[in-house]
């Protein structure tokens, strides 16, 4: 088993930054993809940004020059470096890990909240 918490998300202006991080304990296997992924009320689940333990990243349109995501291998911690935050991007931010090598369930966080006023 996989645990997932996640941390960092609050209120902030638009405009403002805020750093989401997720740290995986328990059975962590190796080579991995850790993302985060964003659900809106009413709006279904969408990617946002992963990474592997080769820290190969991919991000979402809709993110790409504001949100870096990285990971500590050693720390088994991903982060996601939030900068200019917009209203749109309020949403409950979970975190996922997955193995790359084969077909395996997929973990997950238990979400935290980044609301964005305007």
């Known amino acids: 088993q996989v645990q997932l918490a996640e941390s960092g998300g609050g209120l902030v202006q638009a405009g403002g930054s805020l750093r989401l991080s997720c740290a995986a304990s328990g059975s962590v296997f190796r080579p991995n993809a850790m993302g985060w992924y964003r659900q809106a009320p009413g709006k279904q689940r969408e990617l946002v940004a992963t990474?592997?333990?080769?820290?190969?990243?991919n991000y979402a349109d809709s993110v790409k020059g504001r949100f870096t995501i990285s990971r500590d291998n050693a720390k088994n911690t991903m982060y996601l470096q939030m900068n200019g935050l917009k209203p749109e991007d309020t949403a409950v931010y979970y975190c996922?890990?997955?193995?790359?090598?084969?077909?395996?369930?997929?973990?997950w966080g238990q979400g935290t909240q980044v609301t964005v006023s305007s």
């Open positions: 990474i592997t333990t080769g820290r190969s990243t």
């Open positions: 996922n890990l997955r193995s790359i090598v084969t077909i395996a369930n997929s973990y």
